[in-house]
Antibody, heavy 119, light 108 residues
Framework: QVQLQESGPGLVKPSETLSLTCSVS????????WSWIRQPAGKGLEWIGR???????TYNPSLKSRVTLSVDMSKNQFSLKLTSVSAADTAVYYC?????????????WGQGTLVPVSS | SYVLTQAPSMSVAPGQTARFTCGGD??????VHWYQQMPGQAPVLVVD???DRPSEIPERFSPSKSGNTATLTITRVEAGDEADYYC???????????FGGGTKLTVL
């Protein structure tokens, strides 16, 4: 059973960089895509982007200028960096394994981590 | 950008049938995935394609499509089905993933 666990600072100040890591257990990062998805309180899901095990990335155009995703195969982890954050970036951030074929979808999710942006 | 439209809420009595609709331009040409999100929890995949369910999801959950609308149907609704339900597609023209706004199911 694949398990994902997000980790990172509990609070980020405006204009700073939000950094999160997703640790994967029960399976390898190899040959899979891995995604980040966020959800502001009381609102819907927003896809942030995905990274392949090779490091190839695809980002949501609304966040592309501020987002960097990366993988660390040696630690079986992948990461999210979001720069110049504001209160609008306050959300629960989820990491998820991404399946492909004729589409992309998410079969395993982390429990999510709340990241408030506040001074 | 591609937009998926879902009704914000729905109420159904136990034992009845719930139908969640997801509207989008030419959605008939796309593969639609569905997720269930219980309060305070991460989303769970309930339909991973045209008619595929993860093994732990009961047969009461079934997808369909007609015209510009995709539908998730839950038969014999139970109190434990109360949750938010999201549809999701991959837009091949932009290579991006899109979620609908979600529908909150209340079991009366």
């Amino acid at each position: 059973q694949v398990q994902l666990q997000e980790s990172g600072p509990g609070l980020v100040k405006p204009s700073e960089t939000l950094s999160l890591t997703c640790s994967v257990s029960g399976g390898s990062l190899s040959n899979y895509y891995w995604s980040w998805i966020r959800q502001p309180a009381g609102k819907g899901l927003e896809w942030i982007g995905r990274v392949f095990s090779s490091g190839r990335t695809t980002y949501n155009p609304s966040l592309k200028s501020r987002v960097t995703l990366s993988v660390d195969m040696s630690k079986n982890q992948f990461s999210l960096k979001l720069t110049s954050v504001s209160a609008a970036d306050t959300a629960v951030y989820y990491c998820a394994r991404t399946r492909t074929g004729y589409s992309y979808y998410f079969d395993y999710w982390g429990q999510g981590t709340l990241v408030p942006v506040s001074s | 950008s591609y937009v998926l439209t879902q009704a914000p809420s729905m109420s159904v009595a136990p034992g009845q049938t719930a139908r969640f609709t997801c509207g989008g331009d030419n959605i008939g040409r796309k593969i639609v995935h569905w997720y269930q999100q219980m309060p305070g929890q991460a989303p769970v995949l309930v339909v991973d394609g045209e008619n595929d369910r993860p093994s732990e999801i009961p047969e009461r959950f079934s997808p369909s499509k007609s015209g510009n609308t995709a539908t998730l149907t839950i038969t014999r609704v139970e109190a434990g089905d109360e949750a938010d339900y999201y549809c999701q597609v991959w837009d091949s023209s932009t290579d991006h993933v899109v979620f609908g706004g979600g529908t909150k199911l209340t079991v009366l």
